[in-house]
């Protein structure tokens, strides 16, 4: 494993010790996000409640920096400056270089719609089915790996070829038998769960950030 990668990995779980039995499948969760940004790939996130919540936190720290400056490239600056130098010169200064990720939980037009006309145990799988492209991942959250519109979503992921990371409690529920790799935190209550959800992600997308743009 890359010194970069270990170096975010001692410093989460020298934080949080009991996290050091999901060093390896946090680990191997970054090596799938990686691959999918390596194949200009997107993250698709999705979660229930305190989850969906992580949902939009996981994009926001992805679609804008995190902790290191990602400015846009010189061609991209030149370009918007040449069509408006008015409004490019705060553009090129201020826009920031994007991972694309994209929560299922933020659409509520879409999502409301279906629910009410669809079925409402299937707004995510639809939308992996609009968003989603073979080799893209999914991140699916479920403190108990058991929700049922994240399972469908997952049913539908593996179908197109998705990557599958879970993000659980330390039973893993059905959500451990069909990821491709699951996190699962050693709790078993849901806002215990959630409490170690966050450094887990957090770590995730500076090992991310790191990469792309350190």
Request: charged share 25%.
């Amino acid at each position: 494993m890359e010194q970069r990668v270990e170096k975010h990995l001692d410093s989460l779980i020298a934080r949080y010790p009991k996290l050091e039995v999901c060093r390896e499948d946090i680990a191997k969760a970054y090596e799938i996000m990686e691959g999918t940004y390596n194949h200009d790939g997107k993250l698709m996130i999705a979660g229930n409640g305190g989850s969906a919540a992580d949902s939009e936190h996981i994009a926001g720290e992805l679609m804008k920096r995190f902790k290191i400056a990602r400015p846009i490239d010189k061609e991209l600056a030149d370009r918007i400056l040449e069509i408006d130098p008015v409004r490019g010169e705060g553009l090129a200064k201020n826009l920031e270089k994007s991972l694309m990720a994209i929560p299922l939980v933020a659409h509520e037009a879409l999502s409301t719609a279906y629910i009410n006309d669809v079925d409402g145990y299937g707004v995510f799988a639809q939308q992996l089915m609009g968003f989603g492209r073979k080799g893209d991942t999914f991140l699916a959250i479920s403190t108990s790996g058991n929700s049922e519109n994240i399972m469908n979503a997952v049913v539908v992921a593996k179908a197109m070829d998705i990557n599958i990371i879970g993000l659980t409690g330390d039973n893993g529920g059905m959500l451990k038998e069909l990821a491709d790799v699951t996190i699962r935190v050693p709790e078993s209550e849901t806002y215990l769960i959630q409490e170690l959800h966050l450094p887990v992600y957090h770590c995730l997308c500076m090992m991310l950030e790191e990469r792309y743009f350190g």
